[in-house]
């Protein structure tokens, strides 16, 4: 896979998810691929969580932006401890707002609006705690039909 990514947007969604985590205990991950092996990204989606290992938070709160960009399929995903609090439209309303922006073309706007919105709900039901928080997953950016790779 070649990364679609400029190093400076790498660096920029690298970025919207450590600010994101500030004020959380929530863990957000990207992942990037260039078709979609699964007839649902969704589907797809779930399989990268596990391979990354997002199910092991302490909290079961990570969240997971997997995008197919050559295919254009699209998916969030939110472990069982996030999934349980949020509204009931939450993901597919976040899903809504980033592909506002996928339309003109603003892949990296899209997913840092949409990491901005994941991590403001892992805030509001997961807060930091200085006292035991730790970042529990990598806050890169994962890549192909290998998550755990990169290019």
Same mark, same amino acid.
């Given at each position: 896979?070649?990364?679609?990514?400029?190093?400076?947007?790498?660096?920029?969604?690298?970025?919207?998810?450590?600010?994101?985590?500030?004020?959380?205990?929530? =863990?957000?991950?990207?992942?990037?691929?260039?078709?979609?092996?699964?007839?649902?990204?969704?589907?797809?989606?779930?399989?990268?969580?596990?391979?990354?290992?997002?199910?092991?938070?302490?909290?079961?709160?990570?969240?997971?932006?997997?995008?197919?960009?050559?295919?254009?399929?699209?998916?969030?995903?939110?472990?069982?401890?996030?999934?349980?609090?949020?509204?009931?439209?939450?993901?597919?309303?976040?899903?809504?707002?980033?592909?506002?922006?996928?339309?003109? =073309?603003?892949?990296?706007?899209?997913? =840092?609006?949409?990491?901005?919105?994941?991590?403001?709900?892992?805030?509001?039901?997961?807060?930091?705690?200085?006292?035991?928080?730790?970042? =529990?997953?990598?806050?890169?950016?994962?890549?192909?039909?290998?998550?755990?790779?990169?290019?």
């Amino acid at each position: 896979m070649v990364n679609p990514l400029t190093p400076e947007q790498e660096a920029a969604l690298v970025e919207a998810i450590r600010q994101a985590e500030l004020r959380t205990s929530g =863990e957000i991950r990207v992942h990037l691929e260039d078709t979609c092996p699964t007839p649902e990204p969704l589907d797809r989606a779930a399989q990268v969580f596990a391979e990354l290992g997002m199910h092991h938070t302490a909290q079961r709160n990570g969240v997971l932006f997997y995008l197919a960009w050559q295919s254009r399929q699209f998916a969030i995903i939110g472990d069982t401890g996030i999934n349980s609090v949020v509204p009931d439209d939450f993901w597919e309303t976040a899903k809504e707002n980033v592909l506002q922006h996928f339309r003109t =073309e603003k892949y990296v706007n899209g997913l =840092e609006q949409g990491i901005r919105l994941a991590g403001e709900q892992l805030r509001r039901y997961f807060p930091y705690d200085a006292a035991t928080d730790q970042n =529990e997953l990598d806050d890169s950016i994962s890549f192909g039909d290998s998550p755990t790779k990169r290019p």
